[in-house]
């Protein structure tokens, strides 16, 4: 009747793996995950994910994100590009660029860099990058 799992929480399906980067760890070099991805911790390195990208209060991005969705509560200093949602939450720190389908900020959450949204957000920054290279 009614669903338990919060906004931030994993996918619990069997088809789904998790991944969970836990608060104290480091790890330096690129990350990818086909499943949900949660980073605790710290990730100096760029992160692409096939489902939800979440990195919690403490943890820390040096890199750029590329995937379906994300939750922000940490820092990322690097470009976001996120095909569905991406919500910026609480006491968020975002800088460098974001390229998403729809975008969520609580007004706490700050963010400096360029924007740009909408449902074809792929097909419009390739259309940006070959028209600036004409």
């Known amino acids: 009747m009614f669903n338990s799992k919060s906004k931030s929480s994993f996918d619990e399906t069997p ?8 608060a104290g760890t480091i790890i330096t070099g690129d990350l990818e995950s086909n499943g949900d991805i949660r980073i605790d911790g710290t990730l100096k390195g760029n992160l692409t994910g096939k489902a939800k990208i979440i990195i919690g209060a403490d943890g820390l991005v040096e890199g750029n994100i590329n995937g379906l969705q994300a939750d922000i509560m940490g820092k990322v200093t690097g470009n976001i590009k996120v095909k569905e949602l991406l919500y910026l939450h609480g006491s968020t720190q975002v800088n460098g ?31 940006l990058a070959t028209a600036v290279n004409l």
């Open 15 to 22: 088809n789904h793996a998790n991944t969970l980067i836990g």
């Open 97 to 127: 660029d974001i390229c998403a389908g729809k975008l969520q900020v609580e007004p706490t959450a700050v963010f400096n860099g360029n924007c740009i949204m909408g449902t074809n957000v792929v097909e419009l920054k390739k259309d």
